[in-house]
């Protein structure tokens, strides 16, 4: 049986995850692709990092996106959210602070879901700062919608 899920629901979904699928347009192509992602229920937004490239020029030529989170147990459990929203560009300070958070979030995730203690992620964060490799942006999130299966 399919269901739509409530908004708390597709919420708990996307804060308990960290891997989803970007979705954005350039020259009037659909494309999607792999993300890692932290969402900030404080301040609703989803945070995320890229390199310099054919995503980040196409997001800031066209700002609408959306990001897919699938949580499967086995074909005939699992729930799916669907995210829309705006993406924005973080500079300096704010940058800094957002990947801060990302980081901690990511870190936390992993060792609750997956039991590991990832000392890589501080250092990455403190290390991409520095050397002004990573982009960071979020996505403010505007709607959220999600369907489960149960059988």
């Known amino acids: 049986m399919y269901t739509n899920l409530d908004e708390k629901t597709s919420l708990a979904v996307l804060k308990n995850d960290y891997l989803g699928h970007l979705s954005y347009i350039y020259l009037n192509r659909p494309f999607v692709v792999p993300i890692t992602y932290y969402y900030d229920a404080e301040r609703n937004v989803i945070i995320c990092y890229?390199?310099?490239?054919?995503?980040?020029?196409?997001?800031?030529?066209?700002?609408e996106v959306a990001l897919s989170i699938v949580d499967v147990d086995h074909l005939t459990k699992w729930k799916s959210v669907m995210v829309h929203g705006k993406f924005e560009q973080l500079f300096g300070s704010d940058a800094k602070s957002y990947l801060h958070v990302f980081s901690l979030g990511i870190k936390t995730l992993?060792?609750?879901?997956?039991?590991?203690?990832?000392?890589?992620?501080s250092e990455f964060s403190s290390k991409a700062i520095n050397e002004n490799i990573p982009m960071i942006f979020v996505i403010k999130v505007e709607e959220i919608t999600g369907k489960m299966r149960r059988d």
């Open 50 to 63: 890229s390199a310099e490239g054919h995503k980040m020029n196409a997001m800031r030529k066209n700002n």
């Open 110 to 121: 992993i060792a609750e879901k997956e039991l590991k203690e990832l000392s890589f992620i």
